[in-house]
């Protein structure tokens, strides 16, 4: 009995068992956690990915797939999350879920980057054969299980991926318990075998740009699944800052071709569309494939922290690169004209000494382009600080009650002419690497510095120094940015003060 119920799912069953069970999917580019469970959380927020696939839309009861993910990072070493998916393809509707772990062995030297994450996930998978959405033609048939069948079976994955500086080498195991879904009744059974998928994943984060901020992201998909040939996707992603991104790749063996885009919204939404198309000639008659991904992005206290680091330095990093270069200049400078470039810096030299020379006979300050030297910082007498707290460089209203209590000092030596210059030196502790300290300390001195201009202080007479924890850089203007000592005083590891110096006549 050859019935249309019987030939449904039968075929729908035996590609079951001889092909791939699990989806085939677009968005595991940005959502890598789709495919091998060591991934969960390795992006370190806490991330919610909803994903609906839509296939072959010119087919009647085509594949179409839901998922529902959840990821996070505890401690910076455990990935933790979850995964709950519904597909349906005609009379066959599949559910299940998942909970995953992902242990990450971090590299003391750069534990950010460069790490090995090994992953488990365990879960169960329920099968449905909606015998009473099919069409029977005959209805005595003993083979149709008339009140469906449903049967549910444990479900597990595992993974391993090694990740060093933008390069991930990945593999993902899915189904790994080999059970089976079996169905009985007084007149008919049905068997139906789960087995294993191995995923294979390289990709790799091209950093590009002069602040680095555009990412070209080629990589590469290995699917393996028993009795069929081996598939894999290559595709090539451009990212923006996380905030836009475009790509496209084919997929081999499965003979298509895809795109995807998407954009991130208010750093915290992003909404991702994946288009594709089979290209083996049988697009006509099975249509295109679309993918649509909804992500939400949650920020956890370290990710504020590594957010505020990156935005110091985003702000500063024309400056810094702009100092490299220079640097780099005047070292081929130095290698080929030797004599030339010693000349230049002895000129220069001369001119710093007269210009700390015209300073020291002027009734005031009309300039705060000065490179202060140690000697001269010597002469200024600490009139006050104010204390930070870690990692801040706010004023709260503790710090502005101490600026107000010493500009009641200064405002009567600005009204009678007598103050030649306020320098206000920021510093910062010994935790951090030093180009964040050294932002972290500009950060400081700004804010107080323009309080004081509020309160009434002539910006002409003010003049300002961060020094990070070591080391003095001396902010002229934001086109000429050099170094310089500072006086032993002004040198202390746990630092973290702006302190306010005054040179009166």
């Known amino acids: 009995m050859k019935k249309i119920l019987i030939i449904i799912a039968v075929i729908g069953i035996t590609l079951s068992v001889q092909a791939q069970q699990h989806e085939v999917l677009t968005h595991y580019i940005t959502n890598p956690y789709l495919y091998n469970t060591a991934r969960v959380g390795q992006n370190k927020y806490i991330d919610v990915g909803i994903l609906y696939r839509k296939q072959w839309v010119n087919v009647p009861d085509a594949p179409d797939t839901k998922i529902l993910t959840v990821q996070g990072m505890i401690k910076n070493k455990f990935g933790v999350g979850a995964k709950i998916y519904m597909d349906k393809a005609h009379i066959i ?60 079976i444990f479900d597990a994955d595992a993974g391993i991926n090694y990740y060093m500086k933008g390069l991930n080498v990945g593999v993902g195991v899915s189904n790994l318990a080999p059970l089976s879904y079996n169905y009985e009744s007084n007149t008919n059974s049905l068997n139906y075998k789960s087995i294993y998928h191995l995923y294979g994943n390289v990709s790799y984060d091209i950093m590009m740009g002069k602040n680095k901020d555009l990412a070209l992201k080629p990589g590469v998909l290995v699917r393996y699944v028993p009795n069929i040939p081996i598939q894999f996707d290559g595709s090539l992603l451009f990212d923006y800052k996380n905030i836009f991104w475009v790509g496209g790749g084919y997929r081999y063996k499965n003979v298509g071709v895809f795109g995807m885009a998407g954009v991130r919204l208010f750093d915290m939404v992003s909404v991702g569309y994946a288009y594709e ?78 210009l700390e020379e015209k300073l020291s006979n002027l009734p005031e300050a009309t300039t705060t382009n000065i490179t202060f030297s140690e000697d001269y910082i010597n002469n200024f007498d600490l009139t006050g600080q104010v204390q930070f707290e870690k990692n801040a460089s706010n004023l709260y209203p503790s710090h502005k009650q101490q600026l107000d209590g010493i500009y009641n000092q200064i405002k009567p030596l600005v009204a009678e002419q007598k103050l030649v210059m306020i320098h206000l030196v920021g510093s910062a502790s010994v935790e951090g690497d030093e180009d964040y300290n050294l932002i972290l300390s500009n950060k400081r001195v700004e804010n107080v510095r323009q309080y004081l201009i509020e309160k009434g202080v002539p910006e002409k007479l003010i003049s300002s120094t961060f020094k990070g924890n070591s080391e003095g850089v001396v902010k002229n203007n934001i086109e000429d940015f050099t170094k310089d000592k500072v006086s032993a005083d002004m040198i202390n590891p746990d630092d973290r003060t702006v302190k306010i110096y005054m040179l009166t006549k």
Do not use: C, W
């Open 93 to 152: 509707e599949n559910f299940g879920a998942k909970f995953s772990y992902a242990y990450y062995i971090r590299m003391k030297n750069n534990p950010d980057n460069h790490y090995l994450s090994i992953g488990v996930a365990a879960g169960f998978k329920m099968q449905n054969i909606r015998f009473d959405e099919a069409t029977i033609n005959h209805q005595d048939d003993p083979a149709i299980f008339y009140n469906g069948v449903r049967k549910t």
């Open 277 to 354: 198309q089979s290209i083996d000639g049988n697009q006509g008659a099975l249509g295109s494939t679309h993918e649509f991904n909804l992500g939400l992005r949650f920020k956890t206290k370290g990710n504020k922290q590594e957010k505020a680091i990156e935005n110091y330095k985003d702000d500063y990093a024309d400056i810094f690169n702009a100092k490299l270069d220079s640097m780099k200049q005047e070292q081929k400078q130095l290698e080929a004209e030797s004599e030339a470039a010693k000349e230049e810096l002895r000129k220069q030299k001369a001119k710093q000494q007269e």
